[in-house]
Nanobody, 124 residues
Framework: QVQLVESGGGLVQAGGSLRLSCAAS????????MGWFRQVPGKEREFVAV????????DYADSAKGRFTISRDYAKNTVYLQMNSLKPDDTAVYYC?????????????????WGQGTQVTVSS
């Protein structure tokens, strides 16, 4: 099993920034990707950003391009989501997820392991 623990969520004013962290532990894979998704009540979970743990260019949802940056720290087994210029529409529970393999995916069904989520609230 893979354990994922998110942190860094909170309340921020519009235009502000937050950095989310996702620490991974447990089972390891020769290759995997880590993604960030978000969900608001009554809506489906949606893709935000994804990165291949071994390298290569990340991918972002259109809503995140230019404002969010996904990165990884090999030493800490942690992936980050730096979120700048936050908007009220970014309010959601943010989840990190792991997909074994090297292929980036924006689909929630492609991911096998999920964290518990961290709440991000952006006030106007």
């Amino acid at each position: 099993q893979v354990q994922l623990v998110e942190s860094g969520g909170g309340l921020v004013q519009a235009g502000g920034s937050l950095r989310l962290s996702c620490a991974a532990s447990g089972r390891t894979f020769s290759s995997f990707v880590m993604g960030w998704f978000r969900q608001v009540p009554g809506k489906e979970r949606e893709f935000v950003a994804v990165i291949n743990w071994s390298g290569g260019s990340p991918d972002y949802a259109d809503s995140a391009k230019g404002r969010f940056t996904i990165s990884r720290d090999y030493a800490k087994n942690t992936v980050y989501l730096q979120m700048n210029s936050l908007k009220p529409d970014d309010t959601a529970v943010y989840y990190c997820a792991v997909r074994p393999g090297a292929v980036l995916s924006t689909s929630t069904t492609a991911y096998n392991y999920w964290g518990q989520g961290t709440q991000v609230t952006v006030s106007s």
